[in-house]
């Protein structure tokens, strides 16, 4: 089975701080995706990858940034926390030779900035 | 660019009735659709991917079709329980491609009543 982790299940942070969000997969998949999800608004995509050190930017990138140094590992990195990045961030991959392209996620992390 | 509906938003219903949550999307130059489950304050869970060769994808008691040229797909639970309730989110792809960028829908609150 496929297996997404995320590095912390609730994270609370303060305006300002630098903050990491490590995602990691055990199937070897070229894409990896973040996304935020907020009520009303859904799941929204803010950067992926498609190889290593390779990104594109989602539809809301902006006061994001990511980084992914080896295969099975995609970080999210919010330079200086705001409270409207106080979100449910979700970490997904996928196979970018299968032709299915179904994508998997991981359990999600609760950021709280105060 | 790709939309996606689904409709209703919440659904309440007695355990054991069959029910039908629906979805719809804008482009229909889709080349697959999935369907997802999420518990609350957890990730998503795929429950099934239809490739659009394809019209129907069955896995125990739920099934889901595709109509590419109506925009539309449903997912059928036959027999609901008390464990189905959840929220239940489709996604379509935003365009063709390897990285297969994910467009969800708000989702259905699922509620089935013991």
């Known amino acids: 089975d496929v297996k997404v982790t995320q590095s912390s299940r609730y994270l609370v942070k303060r305006t300002g701080e630098k903050v990491f969000l490590e995602c990691v997969q055990d199937?070897?998949?070229?894409?990896m995706f973040w996304y935020r999800q907020d009520p009303g608004l859904g799941l929204r995509l803010i950067y992926f990858?498609?190889?290593?050190?390779?990104?594109e930017k989602g539809d809301i990138p902006e006061g994001y940034s990511v980084s992914r140094e080896k295969k099975e590992r995609f970080s999210l990195i919010l330079e200086s926390a705001s409270t409207n990045q106080t979100s449910m961030y979700l970490c997904?991959?996928?196979?970018?030779?299968?032709?299915?392209?179904?994508?998997?996620f991981g359990p999600g992390t609760r950021l709280t900035v105060t | 660019k790709q939309e996606v509906t689904q409709i209703p938003a919440a659904l309440s219903v007695p355990e054991g009735e069959n029910l039908v949550l629906n979805c719809s999307f804008t482009?229909?130059?889709?080349?697959?659709l999935q369907w997802f489950r999420q518990d609350p304050g957890k990730g998503l869970t795929s429950l099934l991917l239809?490739?659009?060769?394809?019209r129907e994808q069955t896995s125990g008691r739920l099934n889901a079709s595709l109509d590419k040229s109506s925009g539309r797909s449903t997912l059928y639970i036959a027999a609901s329980q008390p464990g189905d309730s959840a929220t239940y989110l489709c996604?379509?792809?935003?365009?063709?491609?390897?990285?297969?960028?994910?467009?969800f829908g708000t989702g259905t609150l699922l509620a089935v009543q013991p």
């Open positions: 997904a991959s996928n196979d970018g030779k299968s032709p299915s392209y179904e994508q998997y």
């Open positions: 199937m070897d998949h070229e894409n």
């Open positions: 990858s498609y190889d290593v050190k390779m990104k």
């Open positions: 482009d229909s130059a889709i080349y697959n």
């Open positions: 239809i490739q659009s060769s394809q």
């Open positions: 996604a379509a792809p935003n365009y063709g491609g390897a990285t297969n960028k994910l467009i």
